[in-house]
């Protein structure tokens, strides 16, 4: 069965250094989204992507975040300079489609929990 | 706009008994419906989902949820509760409109097991 990987697993970081997490969404999707969920609270929405672009953004995902599909297969995540607040666990998820229909839930990845010290 | 609330923030159960997480939702649009479940320090496994189909709606592990347009509700049931079903639960919404395609979760239900 097809699914979405994130990379790495779990990322410790000094704060000030800049992060990429990686994720592989499933080949045929088209919908890509990140989401946080720091520690005890809830799944908090980032941003999502469509054709090569944002489609939406939150208020968490400020100048500090960036995504990008470099080569059609990966979508990373981006942090400029971590702060100790970014540490969370951080999941990537991706969806065929979005309008009505048997075939538009999103599929999340394991997640990569990241710590910023 | 959408919103989900989830009425229970923590839910215990004896095993054997039957399961109950409500889940009221708001949304402009015809809604897709979504549980999502999360064992502890795992990922989002997709328990069920409402796609404007048929309201009641079956999933994996003997879960189902029924759709009820009129109360706004998509409450998840199982008959009768085991122990690996301790985990967090989360209801998720999404508008059936391209271009507002966002995700939007509840705060999760917290479900414990009592053997």
């Known amino acids: 069965e097809p699914e979405v990987t994130q990379t790495p697993s779990h990322q410790v970081t000094q704060m000030g250094q800049e992060v990429i997490l990686r994720c592989v969404p499933i080949?045929?999707?088209?919908?890509f989204y990140w989401y946080r969920q720091i520690l005890g609270q809830k799944v908090e929405f980032l941003v999502s992507?469509?054709?090569?672009?944002?489609?939406?953004k939150s208020e968490i995902f400020d100048d500090q975040f960036s995504v990008e599909r470099p080569d059609g297969s990966n979508f990373t995540l981006k942090i400029r300079s971590t702060k100790l607040e970014d540490s969370a666990m951080y999941f990537c998820?991706?969806?065929?489609?979005?309008?009505?229909?048997?075939?538009?839930?999103?599929?999340f990845g394991q997640g990569t929990r990241l710590t910023v010290v | 706009a959408q919103s989900v609330t989830q009425l229970d923030s923590h839910v215990s159960v004896s095993e054997g008994t039957p399961v109950l997480l409500r889940c009221n939702y708001s949304?402009?649009?015809?809604?897709?419906l979504f549980w999502y479940v999360q064992h502890p320090n795992k990922g989002l496994q997709l328990l069920l989902k409402?796609?404007?189909?048929?309201?009641l709606v079956k999933g994996i592990n003997g879960f189902e949820a029924e759709f009820k347009k009129s109360e706004t509700s998509f409450h998840l049931t199982k008959p009768s509760a085991h122990m690996s079903d301790a985990a967090e639960y989360f209801c998720?919404?999404?508008?059936?409109?391209?271009?507002?395609?966002?995700?939007?979760f509840g705060t999760g239900t917290r479900l414990t097991i009592i053997p």
């Open positions: 998820a991706s969806r065929p489609r979005v309008t009505g229909g048997s075939d538009n839930e999103a599929f």
């Open positions: 080949s045929n999707h088209l919908y």
């Open positions: 992507f469509y054709n090569n672009e944002i489609s939406e």
């Open positions: 949304s402009s649009y015809s809604p897709s």
């Open positions: 409402y796609t404007s189909a048929a309201t």
């Open positions: 998720v919404v999404s508008a059936q409109w391209f271009g507002n395609e966002k995700l939007t």
